[in-house]
């Protein structure tokens, strides 16, 4: 069996000196699709955050895409990112630039120099989330939903081997949340790489169930939706 592509063994979560979530194991299998749940403050966007090296893990284990959490160093951080793909709610485009410059920046920033490569990646992930048409659009000529759609396309630049999306259809409505959904389940079939989405759409579980991870009190429950969804 292959590594987890996310091992947490004792972790402690942080925001300051304040203990968010004790105690956490976590193993998450290659290829997979999982939810992230919990209500407003339980920790899912903290627990996240220390996957992606943005709160730095201070006690317990922790190896995320093979790369260790545990006394990670500042200048480890770009190495871990480049391994990730990462969607926020607010998609977090440069609205200053079309899609396209949008997808240069990132490409530059993570060491791509040749330039024909760079425009063939950037087609080969706006055509697979069905946005290579907009390639010249600035964001805010953009929906939400096609403004999410560019957000998992620069996520996808790098081909990551883990995708962790905070509330990635929180700013979206029913309709565009689903076709979202519909977009990262997919991407998990083609890419074999894992999701984790943290979300409060509790009708999307629903229509979508998957393997469950869920915040309450400082602890973390494994399950699939149904079950803890309704504990
Ligand atoms: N930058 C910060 N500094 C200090 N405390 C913070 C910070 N960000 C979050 N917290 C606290 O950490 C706890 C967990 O917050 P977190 O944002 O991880 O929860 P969440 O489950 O993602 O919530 P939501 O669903 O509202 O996004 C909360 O008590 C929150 O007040």
New binding site residues.
């Given amino acids: 069996m292959s590594e987890p592509i996310i091992y947490l063994n004792n972790a402690s979560?942080y925001?300051?000196n304040?203990p968010?979530?004790n105690n956490v194991n976590l193993s998450l299998a290659r290829g997979n699709f999982y939810y992230l749940i919990?209500?407003?403050?339980?920790?899912?966007?903290?627990?996240?955050?220390v996957l992606y090296g943005d709160i730095p893990l201070k006690e317990g284990e922790g190896k995320v895409a093979d790369v260790f959490l545990t006394s990670l160093k500042e200048s480890q951080i770009p190495s871990l990112r480049r391994k990730l793909g990462i969607v926020f709610q607010d998609f977090q485009l440069l609205t200053d630039r079309s899609v396209e410059k949008n997808l240069i920046f990132v490409l530059k920033a993570t060491g791509w120099k040749d330039k024909e490569e760079m425009h063939s990646r950037i087609d080969e992930v706006l055509e697979s989330v069905g946005m290579l048409s907009k390639k010249n659009k600035k964001p805010y000529e953009l929906s939400g939903g096609e403004q999410q759609r560019i957000a998992i396309a620069r996520a996808l630049l790098n081909h990551p081997e883990l995708i962790l999306a905070?509330?990635p259809t929180g700013n979206l409505d029913p309709e565009t949340s689903r076709d979202i959904m519909l977009l990262l389940k997919s991407i998990v079939e083609k890419t074999r790489c894992t999701i984790l989405m943290?979300t409060?759409d509790y009708s999307m579980i629903k229509n979508f169930p998957a393997k469950t991870i869920k915040?309450e009190d400082g602890k973390i429950f494994h399950g699939n939706s149904e079950e803890l969804f309704t504990k």
């Fill in positions: 979560v925001q300051k304040h968010v979530l919990g209500k407003t403050g339980s920790g899912k966007s903290s627990l996240l955050k905070d509330e943290a409060h915040c």
